[in-house]
């Protein structure tokens, strides 16, 4: 998948995604978005262990 295809399925030009990137500058949501989009998943680590944040399709 390209940048331009990411950009265009998250509703966002590729200016913004490339200025998202290069921050690397993500909300939570739009990572949970992205990882949809991806059909892949999200892990986050803490402390406490593994927390597996998972997309529906």
């Known amino acids: 998948m ?3 295809d990411l950009a ?8 913004n ?5 290069s921050r690397d500058n993500f909300s939570s949501k739009e990572l949970s978005e992205i990882a ?4 892949t998943d999200i ?10 944040i998972r997309y529906d399709e």
């Open 17 to 21: 995604l490339n200025n998202k990137l």
């Open 8 to 15: 265009s399925a998250l509703g966002i030009t590729k200016q």
């Open 2 to 4: 390209t940048q331009n």
């Open 43 to 52: 892990v986050m680590k803490n402390e406490n262990g593994e927390t597996v």
């Open 36 to 39: 949809a989009v991806l059909k």
